[in-house]
């Protein structure tokens, strides 16, 4: 099967990250590790992530400022030799190059809409484009720019596809109607079959049983 499945370690707590990668271990899939802010602000986190060795770790720092602030950023991170690390592309093409040509070996990732917002979200903050359009416009950007790969939600997967044609990441996955605090969710065997390369997935796989997690998420997959 080799689906490529990042798993979301939304934690602060070092101990809870370990058990998450150990609980996780299959050669049914491809598993990549993702952390975002809470954990890399983390007391120990930049610490625990160094020590990580042979795995694929995506840093979701969802950078967002000006072009050099966002180099300097990058260059912060050359220690942790990261494979992938995300850049808002509401931060603009300008921006957007310069990480581009600054980032070596280290997947550049532009984050479209967040799977958190929908039409109306995007009205109560200025915007008038509705989510699919926005995220088209915006995939069209990270294409010029040269990213390296895109995250977009489930539902835009195959209007992105049309004008990006690198590696396409998808959160907001859910086994069903279970949404949390995302609003543009979807399945991962509908993500798969929209055409993305990877899916990011936390709470589905890391509350509760990790293990037997894993195993309804391949056999999700299989069907």
Not at 34 to 56: T, V, Y
Not at 153 to 158: A, T
Not at 177 to 183: A, E, L, P, R, V
Not at 197 to 216: A, E, F, L, S
Request: glycine share 6%; charged share 30%; aromatic share 6%.
């Amino acid at each position: 099967m080799n689906k490529k499945i990042f798993i979301a370690c939304d934690t602060n707590k070092n101990s809870i990250a370990q058990k998450i990668i150990k609980n996780t271990q299959t050669n049914k899939l491809k598993i990549g590790y993702k952390f975002g802010l809470e954990f890399l602000n983390s007391k120990n986190g930049r610490n625990f992530i160094s020590k990580i060795k042979n795995k694929i770790i995506f840093a979701d720092l969802k950078i967002n400022d000006i072009p050099n602030t966002c180099i300097a950023t990058l260059k912060s991170l050359n220690d942790l030799k990261l494979n992938y690390i995300t850049i808002h592309i509401s931060s603009g093409l300008e921006a957007l190059k310069a990480v581009k040509k600054s980032s070596g070996k280290t997947k550049i990732v532009g984050v479209t809409t967040l799977t958190s917002l929908n039409d109306k979200s995007l009205r109560e903050i200025g915007h008038k484009r509705k989510v699919r359009e926005l995220v088209y416009r915006q995939a069209k950007l990270a294409a010029k720019a040269k990213l390296d790969a895109l995250v977009c939600s489930g539902h835009e997967i195959k209007i992105v596809k049309k004008v990006f044609k690198k590696e396409i990441i998808t959160p907001g996955i859910r086994f069903n109607s279970n949404i949390n605090d995302q609003k543009r969710v979807i399945t991962p065997r509908e993500a798969f079959k929209n055409g993305c390369d990877w899916i990011v997935i936390g709470r589905p796989i890391t509350k509760g049983n990790i293990k037997k997690n894993i195993q309804k998420l391949i056999h999700h997959l299989k069907k």
